[in-house]
Structure formats: C-alpha cells, structure tokens
C-alpha cells in the first residue's frame, strides 16, 4: 500500500514552517527523518493533508554547550548522536542508547526530534531524554514555550504538542556521573519488549543522590519507576535495597500483553533488569 494523496513543502525558514502548519489547521505533518512517518503514510494509518519537509532548516541541526546543559537541535540525527565527541563527552547515556535504535539506514536518517515527536514507547530516545529530565521547546505562530519531557508523552504515540508546533531542540540538563541501560527484545534492534536506563550521582560519603530509573515498553509512554527511585535515594544500594527497588518498579507499571510478551513476562523482565542496571551503577560496571 502507498500514501494517500498529499502536498509536499520544502520551507526554507522556521517561521515559514509554522506558517504553514497554520494554515493547514492540524492537517499537515512535518517530514524531518521519515523514519516513522512515511511507513505509517504507506499503511495510510496517517493521511495528512500536507507534509513539510525541514531538511533545510540548518539551525534545528546544531549541537551547543550551554553551562551544564547540553542543547540537541530536532534536526540532530541518530548517526550525529553516535559519533560526535561532544555528546560522547556530555551525553554517554544517548551514546548507549543509540546502538539499539534501527539499523545502520535508520540512523543514518532518523531524528531526535522525529523520535520524541512520534512518541513510541518502546523508543530509545524517548526514555533516555525522560530519564536525564531533558526539556522540548516548541514553536508556533503565537510564540514559544518549553515543556519537560514528563509532561510532553499524554499517550502511546501521542505528545502535548499543538498539531501548528514544530519541535525546535532538546535540552539535557548535567548528565549524572554514573548510568547503565538495559533493552530486552526478541532480536537485535526489534522494538523492546521492556528496557531500563539509570543514572545516578554518588557522594563522597557512599550515598547514591538523583537516582532516576526510567522504564520503556511497560506503559503506554516511557515512566520514570517514582517509588523504586525514592527507595534508592540516599541509600547505599545495598543488595536488600535494589531488590526492594526492582521490585516496586515491576508492581507499578502497566504493561500491556501483545505479540512480543505477556503483561506477566514484561513485569518479571522489569524487576530482573532494574535490579541488574542498578548493581550495574553500584559496581561501576555500566558500559561507558
């Protein structure tokens, strides 16, 4: 099967961009990567009216220290994220997290901001940004506004973004010292079946500080497993505390039973994987 009919812009400006996202009302959809976009046009699961292609928009492609933070541009691809020293440097979970999205042709043109805007909750990128507490700016003819990616995934494949508002860039605050990441599937670079990121800071006195243990393809969105990280704030890691931990995290999800898994094999996958990524951070044995 092949698309529907649509109309196809190439801007040559932000603001032209959301012009046009304006006029076409919700109708239109903006083409960066087409990694997700196109396949779901060509089983016609999304007819837009229009599609707006911002492969010139040269600005929405730019990596940026800023202080602590770190800005990805939208338009910043998974091959960029793979081999550019300064995310390596400032971003190694992105650099884990990377080898698990696609294949060698996905990465070569599929976007950061593709993959927050398409929402997949099994997606790699989606989790990494939620579990380092990044933030989106958004665009649109009435102005700009930020919003945290915990507020920014409503639902499977569903985002708060206005349907007139392009993806600007990402930010990540400072990338804690310490982190490890886990993805179960079927096979290699399949969609996860379940997958854990946790990063962490330790303190001189041993205590672990700004635990965040992020859980894809258990719910309808990327969580953070809020419980399992207040029973690791402050603590040692002692082995009775990371079972306690993994534990809470496999009670709270809501999984879903398909193809891949049972709801059943998701939670057990979960307590096995966010206690192995949390001993991982505890021995300092994370791939880096």
Same mark, same amino acid.
């Given at each position: 099967?092949?698309?529907?009919?649509?109309?196809?812009?190439?801007?040559?400006?932000?603001?032209?961009?959301?012009?046009?996202?304006?006029?076409?009302?919700?109708?239109?959809?903006?083409?960066?990567?087409?990694?997700?976009?196109?396949?779901?046009?060509?089983?016609?699961?999304?007819?837009?009216?229009? %599609?707006?292609?911002?492969?010139?928009?040269?600005?929405?492609?730019?990596?940026?220290?800023?202080?602590?933070?770190?800005?990805?541009?939208? /338009?910043?691809?998974?091959?960029? #994220?793979?081999?550019?020293? %300064?995310?390596?440097?400032?971003?190694?979970?992105?650099?884990?997290?990377?080898?698990?999205?696609?294949?060698?042709?996905?990465?070569?043109?599929?976007? %950061?901001?593709?993959?927050? /805007?398409? =929402?997949?909750?099994?997606?790699?990128?989606?989790?990494?940004?939620?579990? %380092?507490?990044?933030?989106?700016?958004?665009? +649109?003819?009435?102005?700009?506004?930020?919003?945290?990616?915990?507020?920014?995934?409503?639902?499977?494949?569903?985002? $708060?973004? @206005?349907?007139?508002?392009?993806?600007?860039?990402?930010?990540?605050?400072?990338?804690? @010292?310490?982190? $490890?990441?886990?993805?179960?599937?079927?096979?290699?670079?399949?969609?996860?079946?379940?997958?854990?990121?946790?990063?962490?800071?330790?303190? +001189?006195?041993?205590?672990?500080?700004?635990?965040?243990?992020?859980?894809?393809?258990?719910?309808?969105?990327?969580?953070?497993?809020?419980?399992?990280?207040?029973?690791?704030?402050?603590?040692?890691?002692?082995?009775?505390?990371?079972?306690?931990?993994?534990?809470? $995290?496999?009670?709270? #999800?809501?999984?879903?039973? &398909?193809?891949?898994?049972?709801? =059943?094999?998701?939670?057990?996958?979960?307590?096995?994987?966010?206690?192995? $990524?949390?001993? &991982?951070?505890? &021995?300092?044995?994370?791939?880096?």
């Amino acid at each position: 099967m092949k698309a529907a009919d649509f109309i196809y812009h190439r801007p040559d400006s932000i603001d032209e961009t959301v012009g046009l996202l304006d006029d076409y009302a919700g109708n239109a959809r903006i083409l960066a990567g087409g990694q997700s976009i196109i396949p779901m046009m060509n089983l016609r699961l999304w007819r837009p009216s229009a %599609l707006i292609d911002i492969e010139r928009l040269a600005e929405l492609d730019g990596i940026e220290p800023r202080g602590d933070d770190t800005i990805l541009g939208a /338009m910043v691809r998974y091959r960029t #994220i793979e081999t550019h020293s %300064l995310v390596a440097e400032r971003l190694p979970l992105l650099v884990r997290m990377i080898h698990f999205v696609g294949d060698r042709q996905v990465r070569n043109r599929g976007t %950061l901001g593709g993959s927050l /805007m398409q =929402a997949d909750p099994t997606g790699e990128m989606p989790l990494a940004a939620l579990t %380092l507490g990044a933030e989106v700016t958004l665009y +649109s003819v009435t102005g700009t506004r930020t919003m945290a990616l915990e507020d920014f995934f409503v639902g499977s494949y569903a985002t $708060a973004a @206005e349907p007139d508002e392009v993806l600007l860039k990402v930010r990540y605050p400072r990338h804690p @010292e310490h982190f $490890a990441f886990y993805e179960v599937n079927r096979r290699h670079n399949d969609f996860a079946i379940v997958s854990v990121a946790v990063v962490a800071d330790r303190g +001189s006195n041993g205590a672990w500080q700004g635990v965040r243990i992020g859980l894809g393809g258990v719910d309808e969105t990327p969580v953070l497993a809020r419980e399992a990280m207040s029973t690791a704030e402050g603590s040692d890691l002692s082995d009775t505390v990371i079972a306690e931990a993994a534990r809470v $995290a496999s009670e709270f #999800i809501n999984p879903a039973t &398909d193809i891949r898994a049972s709801e =059943a094999y998701r939670r057990h996958l979960t307590e096995i994987y966010v206690a192995r $990524a949390m001993r &991982d951070l505890r &021995d300092e044995t994370a791939v880096k």
